[in-house]
C-alpha cells in the first residue's frame, strides 16, 4: 500500500512519520508493519493482504497538527492520495457520531460547514485523476470537516453537560487530582487543592513503598493522609499494582521469579498496603495498564490471574472500597510495536468476561509528547473513544489527565508530539481542559476525572502540565476549572 502526500498542491519529497501506525478493520494495531517514506511516496508494508489504515500526525492549515487515521483501504499498486483519504476519513466519523448521538442540531451557518466540506471532498473524489488538484479540494474539506467535529463534540456535551447538572447528576468527587506527597506540608499548596477538588488520589508505587524484600516504608503515604486528614476530602489511592520497571522493586525485577511466586508477591503487597488503609481510602486503583506495560511478559491467562489477585486482596481487606482498573492509550498504538501487549478493546473484554467483581474502569488521557497514545488529537475522538465504555455496565473513572500550558523540548516539542489550534499556552491548556472536562463529564457512565497533578513538577508525564506553576502560582487552567466546579455545585 502507498500514498502520496501533497502540500499546497504539490507532492512533497519530505515528511517525517510521527505517530504513525497501520490498524485493520477491527482497529487494533498492525503488528510488523514497516512504514518508509522515500522517493516521495509513503510506502506501507504488512504482513498480510487485507484492507488496513494508516493513521499519523497531519498538519492541517489553521488548525494545527493531530493524530489523524484514514479509512481501512484495500490494497493496490496505485498509490493512494492521502490528504483525500484523511480528509474522507474525518466526514465519515462525523457522519457516524451524529448518528450514533442522533445529534441533528440546526444553527444558522453551523450545517453549511458541514455541507461545504461534503462538497469539497466529492470535488477532490471526481478529480482524483489529477492528484495535485484533488489534495487541494481535500485540504479545503478537512479545514472545514474538523472545525465542524470539534463544534460537533463541543455542542453534544454541552446539552447533555446541563441536562446532566440540572438534575444533580454529579457527585461531591467527581472532580478529583492525584497529589503530589512532597508538598502537603505546604499549606498554600493545600489551600489551592482545596480550592477546586473535594476528591484526592495518593499515588502508590511499591519499588518506593517495599525497597527490600519484607520492609515496607509507608511514610509517604501515612503524611499525606495526615496532612489531609482534617479536610473534607473524599481519598482514593493506587496504582497498588503497575508492572512497569519503574514501579516495581529492583529485588524482584533481578529476582527471576515464576510467575506464581510474582502473584503472591504482589498479592502479599496488595494486602499489606489495602488493610492498612482499608478505613480511609474509597477507591483504589487496584491495577493500572497491564494492557501496556508488561514487564515480565504475562500471557492473557496470566494478566487475568493477577488482575483476580489484586483485586481480592481488596476485597479482603474492604468489600465497601471501589475497586478500579485503569486502561493506558484506548487507541492502542502501542500493540503495533510492543510485544508483550493487549490491544485495550480486547483488554477490556477480556476483563468483562472474566467474572473478577470489579467495579469500574480508569482512563487515562495524556497528551502532547511524542509517545504512542499520547500525540494531540481532535475532541471528536478523545468523545468518540469514550464512547467506547457506554455499552458496558460499569462506570468510568477518568484517572489521570494531563496537557501542558507551554511549548516544551525533546519528546514534548509540538512539532513530534502534536499541535492544538495554536502553540501551547496558559490560555490553549485553559481552553482545552474546559472542553474535556465538559465531554467527558456530559457522558452519564463518567464518574470522576481526575488531573494528573495541580502543580508543574520535573518528573511528570507532560511537561508544563501543572494548573500552578512550580511557584505555586495560578494559571488560567486553574481559574477555568474553578470556574466549572461553581458552575456544578452552586446550583
Same mark, same amino acid.
Given at each position: 500500500?502507498?500514498?502520496? /502526500? ?27 508493519? /514497516? ?30 497538527? @493531530? ?78 470537516? @474538523? ?58 508505587? #511499591? ?83 497491564? +494492557? ?18 489484586? +483485586? ?14 485503569? @486502561? ?19 483488554? /477490556? ?48 473513572? @477518568? ?20 499541535? #492544538?489550534?495554536?502553540? #501551547? ?6 481552553? #482545552? ?28 508525564? /507532560? ?22 466546579? +461553581? ?5
Amino acid at each position: 500500500m502507498k500514498f502520496q /502526500i501533497f502540500e499546497n498542491g504539490r507532492i512533497v519529497d519530505k515528511f517525517a512519520l510521527y505517530g504513525a501506525y497501520m490498524f485493520g478493520t477491527d482497529g487494533i494495531g498492525i503488528r510488523r508493519a /514497516i512504514l518508509t517514506f522515500r522517493n516521495s511516496l509513503l510506502e506501507c508494508e504488512k504482513s498480510n493482504l487485507e484492507t488496513a489504515g494508516l493513521a499519523l500526525l497531519w498538519p492541517i492549515d489553521g488548525f494545527g497538527k @493531530i493524530l489523524l487515521p484514514t479509512t481501512c483501504l484495500p490494497e493496490r499498486l496505485k498509490p493512494y492520495n492521502l490528504n483525500v483519504e484523511i480528509a474522507r476519513a474525518k466526514l465519515m466519523q462525523i457522519i457516524n457520531k451524529r448518528e450514533d448521538w442522533a445529534f441533528f442540531e440546526q444553527s444558522e451557518g453551523w450545517e453549511a460547514v458541514s455541507k461545504q466540506a461534503q462538497i469539497l471532498l466529492t470535488h477532490a473524489i471526481q478529480n482524483i485523476k489529477n492528484p495535485p488538484l484533488a489534495s487541494k479540494l481535500a485540504d479545503e474539506s478537512l479545514k472545514k470537516a @474538523i472545525v465542524f467535529a470539534e463544534d460537533l463534540a463541543i455542542k453534544q456535551a454541552d446539552s447533555l453537560f446541563e441536562a446532566r447538572s440540572k438534575t444533580h447528576g454529579f457527585g461531591r468527587g467527581c472532580l478529583d487530582c492525584r497529589i503530589d506527597p512532597a508538598q502537603v506540608d505546604n499549606p498554600e499548596y493545600v489551600e489551592k487543592l482545596l480550592e477546586l477538588f473535594g476528591s484526592v488520589t495518593i499515588p502508590i508505587n #511499591w519499588a518506593q513503598i517495599e525497597p527490600h524484600k519484607d520492609n515496607y516504608d509507608f511514610s509517604t503515604i501515612d503524611v499525606c493522609i495526615e496532612a489531609l486528614a482534617k479536610e473534607k476530602l473524599t481519598f482514593g489511592a493506587g496504582p497498588l499494582l503497575c508492572f512497569s520497571k519503574e514501579y516495581l522493586p529492583k529485588w524482584l525485577l533481578r529476582s527471576g521469579a515464576s510467575f506464581e511466586k510474582i502473584r503472591d508477591t504482589a498479592y502479599q503487597f496488595a494486602s499489606k498496603v489495602a488493610v492498612r488503609y482499608s478505613n480511609i481510602i474509597r477507591s483504589w486503583c487496584i491495577v493500572s495498564s497491564l +494492557n501496556v506495560f508488561n514487564c515480565f511478559g504475562f500471557d492473557f491467562e496470566q494478566v487475568l490471574e493477577m488482575t483476580r489477585a489484586a +483485586n481480592m486482596a481488596v476485597k479482603a481487606a474492604s468489600s465497601r472500597s471501589l475497586k478500579i482498573i485503569e @486502561i493506558n492509550n484506548p487507541w492502542g498504538e502501542y500493540y503495533a510495536t510492543t510485544p508483550n501487549t493487549i490491544p485495550p478493546l480486547v483488554y /477490556i473484554d477480556m476483563l468483562v468476561q472474566s467474572g473478577i467483581n470489579f467495579d469500574a474502569f480508569g482512563l487515562q488521557m495524556k497528551f502532547g509528547k511524542n509517545q504512542p497514545g499520547m500525540h494531540v488529537r481532535d475532541m471528536l475522538q478523545i468523545s468518540a473513544v469514550l464512547d467506547y465504555f457506554a455499552p458496558i455496565a460499569k462506570p468510568l473513572y @477518568i484517572t489521570a489527565v494531563e496537557v501542558p500550558s507551554q511549548n516544551g523540548d525533546g519528546l514534548h516539542k509540538p512539532e513530534v508530539a502534536g499541535i #492544538w489550534h495554536q502553540q #501551547w499556552s496558559q490560555a490553549k491548556q485553559a481552553q #482545552w481542559l474546559k472542553q474535556f472536562y465538559k465531554i467527558a463529564l456530559s457522558k452519564p457512565f463518567v464518574d470522576t476525572v481526575t488531573y494528573s497533578n495541580i502543580i508543574d513538577t520535573a518528573n511528570s508525564t /507532560i511537561a508544563y502540565s501543572g494548573l500552578l506553576t512550580n511557584q505555586l502560582i495560578p494559571k488560567k487552567s486553574f481559574n477555568t476549572l474553578k470556574k466549572l466546579r +461553581n458552575s456544578i455545585f452552586t446550583r
